[in-house]
């Protein structure tokens, strides 16, 4: 069965870092679009990052430009998401999905219906 399994989540304090992984399992993840999304405890989901394949592209999010940054391991079937200097506004659960390759990573980030969802996995900045 194909699947995403996320992991690395959990508390940090204002100013620190994590690595988030997402491994894909039943199928390869390098031949298609991925991104990271978040949802804040009673807010919306928002999307984070994406990287697409197809024209190599990225797509970050303002609110967090500068501190996350998105990559695949190949060999590792595996997409990561580094957060530093991380802030109590970046709480929430995060969820990795992938869709077809030929998406932008834009299109991806702006008007997700992925293929793949991850279980998601909570983050939670604070002192």
């Known amino acids: 069965q194909a699947q995403l399994v996320e992991s690395g989540g959990g508390l940090v304090q204002p100013g620190g870092s994590l690595r988030l992984s997402c491994t894909g399992s039943?199928?390869?993840?390098?031949?298609?679009?991925i991104g990271w999304f978040r949802q804040a405890p009673g807010k919306e989901r928002e999307a984070v990052s994406c990287?697409?394949?197809?024209?190599?592209?990225?797509y970050v999010a303002f609110s967090v430009q500068g501190r996350f940054s998105i990559s695949r391991d190949i060999v590792r079937n595996t997409v990561f998401l580094q957060m530093d200097r991380l802030q109590p506004d970046d709480t929430g659960v995060y969820y990795c999905?992938?869709?077809?390759?030929?998406?932008?990573?834009?299109?991806?980030?702006?008007?997700?219906?992925?293929?793949?969802w991850g279980q998601g996995t909570q983050i939670t900045v604070s002192s």
């Open positions: 999905a992938a869709d077809r390759g030929s998406l932008t990573a834009q299109t991806m980030c702006t008007s997700p219906t992925p293929r793949f």
């Open positions: 039943g199928f390869s993840l390098d031949t298609y679009t």
């Open positions: 990287a697409s394949p197809a024209d190599l592209s990225t």
